[in-house]
């Protein structure tokens, strides 16, 4: 199945530049001087490419969410079981997580979604259900999954932002639960960016230095078993991902789609959106950096995106944490562009000739 | 007048160990990998310090925003005419200005001083009145002011504190506006870190290169004509500072009595803090830093504060606007501390024995 076939990969829109132009020149008439808010203007009038509209607002921001399980955890690449991926989920929806306090902060809906867990989850559990398998295969021996496992993922991710889209989303944060899949992250970018996987391979939630070490050789071993194609963005996602990074891909294509702006949490999301710009790349117009990592691979990723992220606090969970928190700064940014008056309105002089001194 | 003399110099408690060691033990039990929100647990675990309650919450934040002219612009070191300093104090209190949008953002009350703006202001303008002097005297040709009109500013800045923390403040967020303060501020740090003039002075609002000179002049002469003593900040405050600066160094000094946390904004407010610090240096353990300006100086004494900042988004407003984003970032960082389930109460499993791989 070529890339060039598949539909989703097609029809994203360029930025607007009309309204990036007319969105700039608001800025320079607002009471302030000109360039002062930085990377607030910027970033507004990045939204105003984004979605069209010259004075853009973000309202109903919604946090997707992927879950899956990944079979490499067989290897002993991660500090917790694999159990917590689920028993994790049910935290998010159960509102005890970092990402349910940051999305109440923010006035975000979160939708978690099942896009591998390896158990069953309770029923009445507010999760949605898109399970494609009970975790993926381990990669260290053979393919993570199939090539239509990857597709049917991609295309559940397109099918939920549609839906989240259709009921309101302005703004879609990311974000992941996945015990092993800072490895099955670090896989894909090795891949794709044709990098050793040592120099991408980082500590996740914590692990020691003889669990970094397996880690490393899990990856080194996914990539000489599985020999994913790194011109092949499907074939790496399939060979050596997780259901959850190909729900997300899935995610970023649909909301690109819809002009709906994508901010990325940290590497697995940003592992992600590389897979998504290799496979159509006008979507990656419609993403915002939230935070850099502690992660070493993600700074690589997001210098490959040419990503840079708004926020350096130190962040490693995941979750979305960094998405929701730096959404905070995306809609201070909408409000401070409409809501500002302008030089005229205000009745404040402008500037001094600049021989005036 | 000694400075030991002066009372609102002393009587500045010490950081709350206990709430330091318990909040940090409250972190390490919450569901997530230990240190995986980096500096936004370390946010929380300050605030338990700084207030003594272990789970410290912003509820009532307020920004105060010290305004006054200085007569340094007749040197020509502004972009701007000293009558954009009342206009821009009215229109923080008409809605219309960043800081007036950001407060909204995160529900803080604005509180605009004029601690010597130039014009008289309207009479039902709702700014605080607190006027030492129409702006202050060219300190290019002898002190900006007396030594008592500094002391009068300090005391008026700790009696607006005090007002606000009795009305319930829980957090208060520094800005200012005044047009040359930036001139003022650079001639302080000169002053008190011994630097050479060209080292600490920037563009400000945006000055063009005939003008940076004129600034760097203008700081340079102030110190030769007025020779501060590096060792007595309230002689160094007076010969060079400003009013809103002396206000927003007594602000500093009475939150800090209080145990209010004192998110600093930019350049001008790190100079107050700066000062405050020198003349009661346990005023310093109540600072957040909430931006890296682009203002070059400001570097310069975040290190001489052993401060680092929260965010580096290229801002350079002042006014507040970098206060009251940060503010946002503490909130969800005192809500995360509070709100988070522990591992426990979840129902998630713990870390994996390190040897267990």
Redesign the interface.
């Known amino acids: 199945m070529p890339v060039a076939k598949l539909s989703w990969a097609t029809d994203i829109p360029a930025l607007d530049r009309v309204a990036t132009a007319t969105a700039r020149a608001r800025q320079a008439r607002?009471?302030?001087?000109?360039?002062?808010?930085?990377?607030?203007e910027e970033l507004a009038i990045t939204l105003a490419g984004i979605t069209g509209d010259v004075i853009p607002r973000v309202m109903t921001p919604v946090a997707i969410i992927g879950a899956g399980d990944h079979g490499v955890t067989a290897?002993?690449?991660?500090?917790?079981?694999s159990?917590?991926t689920a028993?994790?989920a049910?935290?998010f929806v159960?509102?005890?997580?970092?990402v349910?306090?940051?999305a109440?902060?923010v006035g975000a809906r979160v939708i978690v979604v099942d896009f591998g867990i390896a158990t069953e989850l309770p029923a009445d559990a507010a999760i949605l259900r898109r399970k494609i398998g009970f975790g993926t295969r381990n990669f260290a021996n053979g393919p993570a999954m199939s090539y239509a496992e990857a597709v049917a993922a991609i295309e559940a991710g397109i099918g939920i932002v549609n839906d989240a889209i259709d009921d309101g989303a302005d703004l879609i944060a990311l974000g992941e639960m996945g015990i092993g899949n800072t490895t099955a992250s670090s896989a894909i970018v090795a891949a794709l960016l044709e990098r050793p996987p040592a120099e991408v391979v980082g500590r996740g939630?914590?692990?020691?230095d003889?669990?970094l070490t397996?880690k490393i050789g899990a990856v080194e071993s996914g990539l000489r078993v599985n020999r994913p194609d790194p011109h092949d963005p499907l074939d790496t996602l399939a060979k050596v991902g997780g259901f959850e990074i190909a729900g997300l891909v899935g995610v970023i294509l649909g909301a690109a789609r819809r002009r709906c702006p994508i901010v990325l949490d940290g590497f697995i999301t940003t592992a992600a959106a590389l897979v998504a710009r290799r496979l159509a790349p006008p979507a990656a117009y419609c993403l915002v950096a939230s935070h850099r990592s502690?992660e070493i691979g993600h700074t690589i990723i997001l210098d490959a995106l040419g990503l840079t992220p708004?926020?350096?606090?130190?962040?490693?969970?995941g979750e979305g944490?960094g998405a929701l928190?730096a959404t905070?700064?995306i809609?201070?940014a909408c409000?401070?562009h409409a809501?500002?008056?302008t030089f005229d309105?205000?009745?404040?002089?402008?500037?001094?000739a600049?021989?005036?001194?």
């Open positions: 607002l009471t302030k001087p000109a360039g002062s808010l930085g990377r607030l290897e002993g690449v991660s500090a917790y079981p159990a917590v028993q994790m049910l935290n159960a509102g005890g997580a970092a349910s306090v940051l109440r902060q939630t914590g692990i020691d003889a669990g397996r502690v708004l926020l350096d606090l130190q962040l490693r969970l944490s928190l905070k700064i809609v201070s409000a401070l809501e500002m008056a309105e205000a009745g404040v002089s402008g500037r001094l600049d021989d005036a001194g």
